[in-house]
């Protein structure tokens, strides 16, 4: 497996979900996806491919909220970054956390800083501020002071 | 399902005093689940992070962890430098490599001490922490710290080490060398230790995988992950070493992993030193002037596993985004597999195994003068004597040559 040769795979089971893709470099690419496909693109990864899951962060721009889901593949040394640009105004996705456990703090982090829901998400809790936090109100968006 | 007894650990922990809230449902003495409870010191430093410039984020992020203060500014400079396109000089990887393995010495020897400690086994708590001593002092001796060293910048590092200081670091080395055996001994050879670790806490493969586990916890299970080797990165692909793994998952194999990683730290740094010697004096840096639009992923290998760092550039002087992954965020989590089912005796180190990151800068208790006369300390007097023992160390330094 090169860096080529997974880029071309991701193309190959996933053409119509893709938007666009970039090789940074031999050891970085970043791939955009349509945010519906996020499910089975990381079960790819995770199950067929051997990525391991990093972490994800999430983005508060002017396109609206984006993830960015980093992913590692060891054996060659990539990350691979997956990007997602999510709605406006009421941002969800589908949890990852019922496939690995890796991801279920962060997107509890991810809920808790920006807003972002995260569909069937086995406890979406909060992880930081338990209790002492206002409801709906989401310190890391852009338009907090 | 019978009545389940609440043993809480925390809010701030009686022996690693960090605050955090583990809590144990018990029945009887086996921990039947667990819950755990953070966030009492969160500083936000991601946030905080996009109002700094980038020479300011290094200072930022070296705060993030006492123990493993360098790694941070490790991997935030591999970011940047990824962003910038920036390829640094061969002395300025030695040193960065240096100063990691450094840490990664002191910082097992810490746990080490502590794993000791919670095992109620005094004698490693006092001899591994009596043994990183001089560890520390070699730091103060090359960066005027204990801990966060303020080494790194953008395409480089801040300080030289002087070619005729490397006599002295040998002569320490070896002597950390000897001190390393002595400890090895008493821990793999131990009876009591074996009784107390072995079969405790056990991680399988499977587990590692789904938690996405890292560092020594991640090799302790038989998976061979470490960033040096993987995605190398500093001075790690110009030297010879090997990734220290077991497959037993347990206790027993977290702490064998990390002593034998020391053996492979001290052969680092000594031909990090042997590279020194080749490269010329105060070639250290190269000019970056503007850091372009773009998005960096850094990685670094601390002491307890991969750090990451993510950097989104919109072409400003600080981060538009900096997101930031310690290995104890994964690490922490594998708690579920590792403590459910065992006794509580062995739940606290079971949770103490994966090494949770705790900060240990502080040096001198305060003595407050009440009626006795004794004298107050005050910022300047602190001041007077940091500075004061550093000037003895350096002094002792001349000495020894």
Redesign the interface.
């Known amino acids: 497996m090169n860096t080529d040769l997974a880029i071309e795979k991701l193309k190959e089971n996933f053409g119509s979900d893709i938007i666009s893709t970039e090789k940074k470099s031999e050891?970085?690419a970043?791939i955009t996806i349509n945010p519906d496909a996020i499910l089975k693109v990381a079960e790819y990864l995770y199950k067929t491919a051997g990525f391991?899951?990093?972490?994800a962060?999430a983005?508060h721009t002017k396109k609206g909220f984006e993830i960015?889901y980093?992913f590692?593949l060891?054996?060659?040394?990539l990350?691979l970054?997956i990007h997602v640009i999510l709605d406006k105004e009421n941002p969800e996705i589908e949890s990852l956390s019922n496939m690995?456990?890796?991801s279920?703090?962060?997107e509890r982090e991810m809920h808790e800083l920006f807003g972002i829901n995260f569909l069937n998400h086995p406890n979406q809790e909060k992880?930081?501020?338990?209790g002492n936090w206002a409801e709906g109100v989401y310190?890391?968006r852009k338009e907090f002071k | 399902m019978g009545k389940k007894t609440l043993i809480p650990i925390g809010p701030y922990h009686p022996l690693q005093e960090e605050p955090e809230l583990f809590k144990l449902f018990c029945d009887g003495e086996i921990v039947k689940d667990i819950k755990w409870?953070?966030?009492y010191n969160?500083r936000?430093i991601?946030?905080l992070s996009e109002s700094k410039t980038y020479d300011q984020v290094f200072f930022l992020v070296e705060r993030i962890c006492g123990i493993c203060s360098t790694s941070h500014p490790f991997a935030f400079a591999n970011a940047v430098e990824?962003i910038a396109g920036v390829e640094i000089t061969d002395r300025a990887k030695y040193i960065r490599s240096f100063i990691g393995e450094l840490e990664r010495i002191h910082s097992h020897l810490l746990w080490v001490g502590l794993a000791g400690h919670f095992l109620g086994y005094n004698t490693v708590f006092m001899w591994a922490w009596k043994y990183r001593e001089p560890v520390l002092d070699l730091f103060e001796m090359i960066t005027g710290n204990r801990n966060s060293y303020a080494m790194f910048r953008v395409g480089g590092v801040r300080r030289d080490i002087e070619n005729n200081k490397i006599p002295v670091i040998r002569k320490i080395l070896a002597d950390v060398k000897k001190k390393t055996d002595l400890l090895t001994g008493a821990v793999m050879d131990d009876p009591v230790i074996h009784a107390r670790t072995k079969g405790v806490g056990i991680l399988t493969k499977q587990d590692v995988?789904?938690?996405?586990a890292v560092g020594p916890t991640a090799r302790a299970s038989g998976v061979a992950?470490d960033i040096r080797k993987?995605?190398?990165y500093a001075a790690y692909p110009l030297v010879n070493w090997k990734v220290i793994t077991a497959e037993e998952g347990d206790v027993f194999a977290k702490a064998q992993v990390r002593l034998l990683e020391m053996y492979e730290s001290i052969s680092i740094i000594e031909q990090c030193l042997s590279g020194l010697e080749k490269t010329k004096e105060g070639d250290i840096n190269v000019v970056v002037k503007e850091i372009p639009e773009g998005?960096?992923?850094g990685?670094a290998e601390a002491p307890r596993g991969?750090v990451?760092h993510?950097v989104?550039s919109d072409g400003s002087n600080s981060p538009a985004?900096h997101?930031i992954?310690a290995p104890s965020?994964?690490n922490i989590?594998t708690f579920?597999k590792s403590c459910i089912g065992q006794t509580i005796a062995d739940a606290t180190i079971s949770l103490a195994a994966v090494d949770p990151c705790y900060c240990c800068t502080e040096r001198l208790a305060v003595a407050y003068d009440q009626k006795s006369g004794r004298k107050i300390w005050n910022a300047k007097d602190l001041i007077d004597l940091s500075t004061g023992k550093t000037s003895e160390l350096k002094k002792n330094l001349i000495q020894l040559k």
């Open positions: 050891k970085r970043i391991r899951f990093i972490i962060s983005l960015h980093h590692s060891d054996a060659i040394g990350v970054n690995f456990n890796a279920n703090w962060i992880l930081i501020s338990d310190p890391y | 409870e953070t966030g969160h936000s991601e946030k990824e995988i789904d938690y996405a992950i993987d995605d190398p998005s960096g992923a990685r991969e990451f993510y989104v985004r997101k992954r965020y994964v989590a579920k």
